[in-house]
């Protein structure tokens, strides 16, 4: 059992967590036109706060986590009505191919920290978008390693510029940063921006 299963039935109970969803959601609302059409695919959900935040807002969902726990938490708030219209996928693009859909949005938060071979990862984000398909990433500034404690193989957040140079290569443009949130823990901040772009022409 990962950690991530050890820690889902509670994970909602964190107001950092709540609040961090929030946050991340309205910097997504401030970079996006959302007309309530688009089909989402939110990537390493957890329990689905931040599609929760945007539900109204786009069209239908598609919930992805490779947790158990988290995915039996996405079930249970689509079972009682707190996500409406979505389905929930046992899906790691890191070994998996594509699935045969596509869609409009991808989202992924503090999620592709945890990717070793992000450029595969982000070029099948891009196979699962139309053409014009935006993706959002909401992930750690570059940090010195002590968010997840040293010796964890993570990446320690993100460099802009290198993150930029992954996402072109991966078949994005229009790539966008701002600031979305700060996490605090143990006494340090650690700022999270938000990436926006769009996958360009045919394939």
């Known amino acids: 059992m990962s950690s991530f299963d050890d820690r889902a ?37 957890g329990t689905g706060l931040v599609t929760q935040a945007l539900r109204h807002l786009v069209g239908p969902v598609t919930l992805v986590d490779t947790s158990a726990g988290m995915r039996t ?39 592709l920290h945890h990717v070793h071979d992000i450029g595969v990862v982000l070029s099948k984000f891009a196979e699962l978008l139309d053409e014009g398909g935006r993706l959002c990433v909401a992930d750690l500034v570059k940090e010195d390693g002590s968010f997840h404690g040293h010796g964890v193989d993570v990446h320690h957040g993100f460099d802009r510029s290198e993150l930029a140079t992954a996402l072109t290569a991966a078949g994005f443009i ?4 701002r600031e979305c949130h700060d996490i605090v823990r143990d006494r340090a901040t650690y700022p999270m921006f938000l990436a926006t772009c769009r996958v360009a022409g045919l394939r």
Do not use: C, N
């Open 174 to 177: 229009d790539v966008e940063f």
């Open 9 to 45: 039935a509670t994970w909602d109970d964190d107001p950092g967590k709540l609040q961090r969803a929030s946050e991340v959601a309205s910097a997504i609302r401030d970079a996006l036109v959302l007309d309530g059409s688009q089909r989402l695919l939110e990537y390493g959900a």
């Open 73 to 111: 938490v996405m079930l249970a708030k689509i079972a009682a009505g707190a996500i409406s219209d979505a389905r929930v996928w046992d899906l790691d693009l890191a070994s998996a191919p594509v699935p045969d859909e596509r869609f409009d949005l991808v989202v992924t938060v503090l999620t």
